[in-house]
């Protein structure tokens, strides 16, 4: 009995020790470009933060000089949309601006990337080399005394069409560069197959091109989002008249204090302002990654 069981302890598999995961070194390179990552999240992220807490703070707990509010008021936002007419006009037009601003410039932006890619242009080589020349140049700031004078000239200071019209011209030459660059990441075969099969440039480019260039679209839609929805300078130059204004230019020539336009008030319309934005790249991030990867920074 005994040497049975010698010889069955013997027979038992014995359990093998796993040798030890060697431990992974980290890169100080690794650890310093996370460092600077989050350190530049942090600043984006920080002011904002602070502006939320400021809008749902109380008016008496905002000159306290707290950072987290002791009550929250969630009043200012609706005291905004009732008591504060001319903010949702000015906030309409920052809406009316930028929307159309964005659907004229993509649709010449696209008209004007196809045809410097798939069509024998005489002079492309020139157009494309003043656009591209056109980017080392502060127009907007150059430009702004003479955007004025032909403004005030055809009468149209004071109204949206003198806002847009700028927008769209200031960011063509970016856009039509960036739908180049989309268009020509697209093979030539597809165009001349329509070709071949009947179709006209026309139908080419808005039943075939524009699908397959989806996500360079959003990209361009985005860039002139952004720009127009935030820009200033020529928005506030054009105009004096409040009911006017887009909601940027209202922002900055506030004065803060007691009454309508109280801290938290300002806050609450600051988050209105930049909220459409977030959103809108928030839904549209990975079409516009897409985008970017496929061409629409290779001009």
Known sequence: MEGAQSIDSDSRPKMVESAPYPR???????????????????????????VILMSIKSIPDTYTGRLWPKTFDFTHY????????????????????????????????ILAGYALVHLKL??????????????FFPTRIVSLIGIFQIQSAVGLLNTRAGIILPYVTLNLALSILIMRGV?????????????????????????????LAVNGVIVLIIVNFVTAWGEYLL??????????????VVLATV???????????????????????ILGFAIAQQWYMKGMSQGALKF
Request: with cysteine; charged share 10%.
């Open 122 to 135: 005489p002079g492309r080589v020139l157009v494309i080399g003043l656009l591209v020349a056109s980017l």
């Open 24 to 50: 992974r070194r980290v890169k100080l390179s690794t650890v310093l470009l996370h460092a600077n990552i989050i350190f530049f999240c942090l600043i984006i992220v920080l002011p904002i933060a602070w």
């Open 255 to 277: 004065t803060g204090g007691f009454g309508e336009w109280a801290w938290p008030r300002i806050a609450a319309v600051y988050i209105m302002a930049i909220l459409p934005g």
């Open 78 to 109: 609706g005291y905004v949309f009732e008591k504060m007419p001319n903010v949702l006009q000015n906030f309409a037009n920052s809406i009316i601006v930028t929307f159309s601003t964005v659907a004229i410039t993509c649709v010449i932006a």
């Open 235 to 248: 928005a506030y130059t054009l105009t004096n008249d409040q009911s006017v204004r887009t909601l940027p």
């Open 183 to 211: 268009f020509e990441q697209i093979s030539h075969e597809i165009v001349d197959a329509a070709r071949i099969d009947g179709a006209s440039s026309w139908r080419t480019l808005w039943q075939i091109m524009v699908p």
